[in-house]
T-cell receptor, first 112, second 118 residues
Framework: NAGVTQTPKFRILKIGQSMTLQCAQD?????MYWYRQDPGMGLKLIYY???????DKGEVPNGYNVSRSTTEDFPLRLELAAPSQTSVYFC???????????FGQGTRLTVV | AQKVTQAQTEISVVEKEDVTLDCVYE???????LFWYKQPPSGELVFLIR??????QNEISGRYSWNFQKSTSSFNFTITASQVVDSAVYFC???????????????FGTGTRLQVTL
């Protein structure tokens, strides 16, 4: 019973590099989310999706892109990494609106 | 805009003490949902409870209890007889009702770090 799986768990990027954070869920959830957690702060929503082919911006979308080609996968793309994107990133999914969110283990990203 | 305030940044207690974590929220919606999540040192987020705005009954689950008061916009969390394994960061979160086809976007508080020592 995998739930929400994120890869990689850790990554160090140089300024200007690009990368994709992978997220997959096996619960057939329509709703998926990307959050970032900065030290001492709560989680902030980056992007979300209500189903395959449908994505929308959250609170802090600048510098990120997403796609949702399948129900299972929701990758997050960083095009030109900046130090301000140093954070822990969490992917989550929900069965329906306002139901409990299942979170991945997180990806700790450092941009130097 | 919705907002969640957890004024207690860090709390330290000795094992077996009771501890209450405060959560105050702001929203203009009449339909909304409140959540508590636990983030242990390992870093994952663990769901603890969900409460909708129409259900003000308090809830108890083992050593955990939650006190929801709409009159004061608060959703406080009490751990009775705390244990070392309760050491974690606890987040309160809010999502507004919204419409079908839109996502429920969680607004998180900044979290309360609970340290339980022997």
């Amino acid at each position: 019973n995998a739930g929400v799986t994120q890869t990689p768990k850790f990554r160090i990027l140089k300024i200007g590099q690009s990368m994709t954070l992978q997220c997959a869920q096996d619960m057939n959830h329509n709703y998926m989310y990307w959050y970032r957690q900065d030290p001492g702060m709560g989680l902030k929503l980056i992007y979300y999706s209500v189903g395959a082919g449908i994505t929308d911006k959250g609170e802090v979308p600048n510098g990120y892109n997403v796609s949702r080609s399948t129900t299972e996968d929701f990758p997050l793309r960083l095009e030109l990494a900046a130090p301000s994107q140093t954070s822990v990133y969490f992917c989550a999914s929900t069965f329906d609106r306002n139901t409990e969110a299942f979170f991945g283990q997180g990806t700790r990203l450092t941009v130097v | 805009a919705q907002k969640v305030t957890q004024a207690q940044t860090e709390i330290s207690v000795v094992e077996k003490e009771d501890v209450t974590l405060d959560c105050v929220y702001e929203t203009r919606d009449t339909t909304y949902y409140l959540f508590w999540y636990k983030q242990p040192p390992s870093g994952e987020l663990v769901f603890l409870i969900r409460r909708n705005s129409f259900d003000e009954q308090n809830e108890i689950s083992g050593r955990y209890s939650w006190n929801f008061q709409k009159s004061t916009s608060s959703f406080n969390f009490t751990i009775t007889a705390s244990q070392v394994v309760d050491s974690a960061v606890y987040f309160c979160a809010l999502s507004e009702g919204g419409n079908t086809g839109t996502a429920s976007k969680l607004t998180f508080g900044t979290g309360t770090r609970l340290q339980v020592t022997l």
